[in-house]
């Protein structure tokens, strides 16, 4: 088994800032990549950023220039950054990892439990 554990959610005022870290830890084999996706209530789940094991990363328009995500690889942990931060910006976010599996077909996915980040003055 693999595991996610989030943490650094919270209630922040517009115009804050917070951290985000996930570590992953169990069965990891080969990751592919590390990211982060955000659900509110009633609304579909869309990624936020993410990195591959090289370095490149992608993200949503609404956070670009705003976030910033990062890995460490010897932790196993993504980290996302979020400055300038808004009441759209609330949701629960999850933590998402990529990887191959020996023997398996595809690249397997893991959620995290979700952490709450709540914009709101």
């Known amino acids: 088994q693999l595991q996610l554990v989030e943490s650094g959610g919270g209630l922040v005022q517009p115009g804050g800032s917070l951290r985000l870290s996930c570590a992953a830890s169990?069965?990891?084999?080969?990751?592919?990549?590390m990211g982060w996706y955000r659900q509110a209530p009633g609304k579909q789940r869309e990624l936020v950023a993410d990195?591959?094991?090289?370095?490149?990363?992608n993200y949503v328009d609404s956070v670009e220039g705003r976030c910033t995500i990062s890995r460490d690889n010897a932790k196993n942990t993504v980290y996302l950054q979020m400055n300038s931060l808004k009441p759209e910006d609330t949701a629960v976010y999850y933590c998402?990892?990529?990887?191959?599996?020996?023997?398996?077909?595809?690249?397997?996915?893991?959620w995290g439990q979700g952490t709450q980040v709540t914009v709101s003055s």
């Open positions: 998402n990892l990529r990887q191959v599996v020996p023997g398996n077909r595809y690249e397997s996915t893991y």
């Open positions: 169990g069965r990891i084999f080969s990751i592919r990549t």
């Open positions: 990195i591959t094991s090289g370095g490149t990363t």
